[in-house]
């Protein structure tokens, strides 16, 4: 008997093979390679001259055209084709039935008896999330977070930031004497008017928390490959309907 694992590695190379044998003689049904000919001149009876003398018949060769291929032939190398390639995956369809294998992770059975078809699925799946999970956004580590219930979002300590404003005044530069005014300049001078209070809010996720998320998947995905390299151990019996398909197409 053979293994699962052996048929799964031969089949599509068999089918890709098939596919191209058949659709060769398909091509071949197409062009006039089935007809033949056999064309021979037959001269008339011996005629005479107005003399009375014999003349001679006229002579032309044969036409022949050779049927270089038969419907009998074709049928055949149809059958020949698609035989082998029917009954292998017959048996790989069947065996895929029986193939089942249970997804283990830290020695606990997460998904009991999954089929083989199955597992081939889901590890595309599981791998397509772990590039998603790889891409999850995380918490500024340079900031303090915690959980604000009221807006459901991690949020810093307010943070305060004065805020100013440009007034102008006038600067006395040299105080007015009895000779002199005084001399005077406007100025610009900041003056805190009042406090920006900053919070910011995130809906990421710390790094500890992302990285507890893909450990888990990739063993997840580690545990699928190994389930499904188990289900593809099982013995295959060969399954032969290849035969029975025939008889009936063809009438034999």
């Known amino acids: 008997m053979t293994k699962l694992c052996a048929i799964v590695a031969v089949v599509n190379g068999k089918k890709a093979r098939t596919q ?7 091509h071949m049904f197409q062009k006039p390679v089935f007809d033949g000919l056999l064309k021979t001149f037959i001269p008339s009876a011996e005629s005479t001259d107005a003399d009375g003398r014999p003349v001679a018949s006229d002579s032309f ?7 270089v291929y038969s419907v009998k032939q074709a049928l055949k190398d149809i059958k020949t084709a698609l035989s082998d ?27 009991p008896q999954v089929p083989v078809t199955h597992l081939l699925w889901l590890e595309k799946q599981l791998v397509d999330l772990r590039t998603n999970l790889n891409a999850i956004p995380t918490l500024d580590p340079k900031e303090d977070w915690a959980w604000d219930s009221n807006v459901s979002a991690n949020a810093t300590q307010p943070e305060f930031v004065n ?23 406007m100025i610009t001078e900041d003056v805190v008017v009042g406090k920006w209070k900053t919070i910011k809010y995130s809906s990421a996720i710390s790094e500890d928390e992302k990285r507890a998320l893909c450990c ?35 009438g034999v």
Do not use: M, W
């Open 20 to 26: 191209k044998e058949v659709t060769n003689v398909y």
């Open 61 to 67: 060769p044969d036409e022949k055209k050779k049927v």
């Open 85 to 111: 390639t029917l009954d292998v995956t017959a048996s790989q369809d069947y065996a895929n039935c029986k193939a089942k294998a249970d997804v283990v992770v830290d020695g606990a059975v997460v998904l």
């Open 163 to 185: 805020k100013t404003k440009k007034l102008q005044k006038v600067l006395v530069r040299y105080p007015a004497t009895v000779e002199h005014p005084a001399q005077t300049e």
């Open 216 to 250: 888990r998947a990739d063993k997840l995905v580690e545990a699928v490959k190994v389930a499904r390299e188990e289900a593809n151990q099982i013995e295959v019996e060969s399954v032969s309907n290849a035969d029975k398909l025939f008889s009936y197409v063809f």
